[in-house]
T-cell receptor, first 112, second 112 residues
Framework: AQSVTQLGSHVSVSEGALVLLRCNYS??????LFWYVQYPNQGLQLLLK??????LVKGINGFEAEFKKSETSFHLTKPSAHMSDAAEYFC??????????FGTGTRLQVFP | EADIYQTPRYLVIGTGKKITLECSQT?????MYWYQQDPGMELHLIHY???????EKGDLSSESTVSRIRTEHFPLTLESARPSHTSQYLC???????????FGQGTRLTVV
């Protein structure tokens, strides 16, 4: 069965610093991978998705993620953090099913 | 912009009451989902539907029930609310297999 593991439940960065949120997946077949963001008291919003086309995926708000099959990873990055990036981030996987399986989430804090 | 709506946004209710959480989408999506999200952030799939008259239980056992009489509507019902049902409930929909899900803003339920 497919699954995702998000390393680090909390990540803190300074404003302007690199953001790196880690996600590793487990799947015996090529997966579809997603990153979502959740602001307080809100639903989830799609940041970006990997659907077996380009391995480097660009999303909204300056985020991007790279699919690395050899490392079974799909880490999310942003070159320069903004205060508005503070939120919860979820990695999710879908493999030939209609269900998204989510990781446990990473809370990103951005300090001035 | 996604058009999926949940009502109410917040609900405080006494133990033993029957409640229905509403979810509607205007995108014509066949697939709809209910997730339960506890304070620790992790999302658990509790119900999903492939279309009208289709409902399936998710990965997390839940005492709630759902119905899908119309494509656009996927309500969740608790016949007798208990404090253990206190949580955030997120509704989502997707167009087809392996595509992203669009989320509503959630209903935060507190049972006292």
């Amino acid at each position: 069965a497919q699954s995702v593991t998000q390393l680090g439940s909390h990540v803190s960065v300074s404003e302007g610093a690199l953001v790196l949120l880690r996600c590793n997946y487990s799947s015996s077949v090529p997966p579809y991978l997603f990153w979502y963001v959740q602001y307080p008291n809100q639903g989830l919003q799609l940041l970006l998705k990997y659907t077996s086309a380009a391995t480097l995926v660009k999303g909204i708000n300056g985020f991007e993620a790279e699919f690395k099959k050899s490392e079974t990873s799909f880490h999310l990055t942003k070159p320069s953090a903004h205060m508005s990036d503070a939120a919860e981030y979820f990695c999710a996987v879908s493999v030939r099913t209609d269900k998204l399986i989510f990781g446990t989430g990473t809370r990103l804090q951005v300090f001035p | 912009e996604a058009d999926i709506y949940q009502t109410p946004r917040y609900l405080v209710i006494g133990t033993g009451k029957k409640i229905t959480l509403e979810c509607s989408q205007t995108m014509g999506h066949d697939k709809m989902y209910w997730y339960q999200q506890d304070p620790g952030m992790e999302l658990h799939l509790i119900h999903y539907s492939y279309g009208v008259n289709s409902t399936e239980k998710g990965d997390l056992s839940s005492e709630s029930t759902v119905s899908r009489i119309r494509t656009e509507h996927f309500p969740l019902t608790l016949e007798s609310a208990r404090p253990s049902h206190t949580s955030q409930y997120l509704c989502a929909s997707s167009e087809r297999t392996n595509t992203e899900a669009f989320f509503g803003q959630g209903t935060r339920l507190t049972v006292v």
